[in-house]
């Protein structure tokens, strides 16, 4: 199963980016996908999830600013990111869980740099 994230740029502050990623390969079902990222000099945190059924749950930072979404027939998640800051910049990665295989797979990571 590989994870193909793409999307990520450089914009200014208050622009708009919209991240996505497929999954591809032997894939019985996906249960929570998500975008996680990691700036320089600090730990990879959540950014949003979202489970199969539409639920969803954001970090408090980027809450009111992102969305998350999928599409569960072709196993693709996307990340709206509205009205950036500078504090956003940082590679951005997608991850699914396979409950099948009870594995985390992960993307290869987009960078999202965002100008003041």
């Known amino acids: 199963v590989q994870l193909q994230a793409s999307g990520g740029g450089l914009v200014q502050a208050g622009g708009s980016l919209r991240l996505s990623c497929a999954a591809a390969?032997?894939?019985?079902?996906?249960?929570?996908m998500g975008w996680y990222r990691q700036a320089p000099g600090k730990q990879r945190e959540l950014v949003a999830v979202?489970?199969?059924?539409?639920?969803?749950n954001y970090a408090g930072s980027v809450k009111g600013r992102f969305t998350i979404s999928r599409d569960n027939a072709k196993n693709t998640v996307w990340l709206q990111m509205n009205s950036l800051k500078p504090e956003d910049t940082a590679v951005y990665y997608c991850?699914?869980?396979?409950?099948?295989?009870?594995?985390?797979?992960w993307g290869q990571g987009t960078l999202v740099t965002v100008s003041s």
């Open positions: 979202i489970s199969s059924g539409g639920g969803t």
């Open positions: 390969g032997r894939i019985v079902s996906i249960s929570h």
């Open positions: 991850n699914a869980y396979l409950p099948t295989v009870g594995v985390n797979y």
